[in-house]
């Protein structure tokens, strides 16, 4: 058995090093690029959505390189990414592919059958093995997200320009090439250090930005055009409303003992959508409230061209805009998206946060004298 799996951010990373730990051959898909969303575009549904395009190409990549069996995480609710692992098999079948998909489900608190469902790929039953391989590959992927937050974070304060992408390019060129989680654990503790030394300067023209919407789009900087590097050299301190260890905690845990970490995020969204609407449609109208709350300068929803879910969450934002008076930028990302025309929105949005902040900060002042 070779296993492989979609490309969503740095996830591949922690994956691949708990494949490792339990002795599995793994293929891990190369990076996303134009040619793996060519592939996809060309045998996907040409009104599907942007993500799936994308991970039909990983797998075809992956397959041409050996790759016999497929790892997906499930779904549920009015959102196509649940009938992606169905339509993809067809698809592949159609192709003349003979490949095994293995669907992870959400326990939804029957732990036993997802163990029932990850046992299928692996050669060991030792429960007690399987969790601690989960429990290093999750502690790989939530410093990761950490390292990345604070990258988005930091950035647009560095004295030393190209700095912080220095220590962080290094840091993944290095994962890539290691084995296992001892390995990948031991380069990023080297980073962490590195980051600690990094020189920062203060600067009261940083604005803040938080970035709402879907999750794959959010978190695969492929299919964003690299939106928080590109706000970072604009002067923009970013965050992102979704992480992948996030989305792990809370689905794969919390929700799995009856809890939730999103009550907060339910709770301010409530006055607007009170309903589960697929996706990520309700956490992207709770997130903007809390954004706005937290006094953030702007905010930008990105989504993929047809999601349903987000298409909700886009009719609620102009209200959340006029009622918490915070500008939001909606991005609509599909294979035809140009960067060119992309910039140009980002830095005219950016200018208009700028003097927006700035004619307040002017009025505040008179006001004051």
Request: glycine residues 8%; proline residues 4%; hydrophobic residues 35%.
């Amino acid at each position: 058995m070779k296993i492989t799996f979609p490309h969503m951010g740095n996830t591949y990373l922690p994956v691949k090093a708990m494949f490792d730990d339990l002795g599995v051959d793994v293929i891990t898909p190369p990076i996303n690029s134009k040619k793996t969303l060519e592939i996809g575009t060309k045998y996907a549904p040409e009104q599907i959505c942007l993500p799936m395009k994308i991970n039909l190409g990983n797998y075809i990549q992956s397959i041409e390189k050996g790759a016999d069996t497929i790892v997906v995480t499930g779904s549920c609710g009015p959102c196509r990414y649940g009938y992606f692992m169905e339509v993809e098999r067809e698809i592949l079948k159609d192709l003349g592919y003979e490949v095994e998909i293995i669907s992870l489900e959400a326990p939804d608190g029957d732990i036993k059958e997802f163990y029932n469902r990850v046992s299928q790929m692996l050669e060991t039953k030792n429960i007690f093995k399987i969790v601690k391989t989960f429990k290093n590959a999750f502690g790989i992927l939530k410093k990761i997200d950490e390292i990345e937050e604070k990258v988005l974070k930091y950035r647009p304060y560095e004295k030393n320009k190209g700095e912080i992408d220095k220590i962080y390019n290094h840091l993944i060129d290095q994962l890539r090439k290691s084995t296992g989680s001892k390995e990948m654990l031991q380069y990023i503790k080297e980073a962490e250090k590195n980051f600690m030394n990094v020189a920062l300067e203060k600067r009261q023209d940083v604005l803040k930005v938080g970035i709402i919407g879907e999750i794959y789009t959010i978190i695969e900087d492929f299919s964003n055009i690299d939106i928080g590097k590109k706000l970072n050299n604009l002067g923009v301190e970013v965050h992102k409303s979704h992480s992948t260890s996030g989305w792990v905690l809370e689905h794969l845990f919390y929700e799995s003992i009856g809890r939730s970490r999103e009550k907060d995020i339910r709770k301010a969204a409530a006055p607007y959508v009170k309903t589960m609407v697929g996706g990520h449609g309700r956490e992207t109208v709770g997130n903007a409230i809390l954004y706005a709350k937290e006094g953030y300068d702007g905010l930008i929803h990105i989504m993929p061209f047809t999601c349903m879910p987000e298409i909700v969450a886009m009719s609620i934002l102009p209200k959340i805009q006029n009622d918490y008076h915070i500008p939001i930028l909606t991005l609509i990302i599909d294979e035809m998206t140009g960067e060119a025309g992309y910039i140009t929105r980002l830095e005219a949005y950016i200018d208009l946060l700028r003097n927006r902040r700035d004619k307040f900060q002017n009025e505040k002042m008179l006001s004051w004298s």
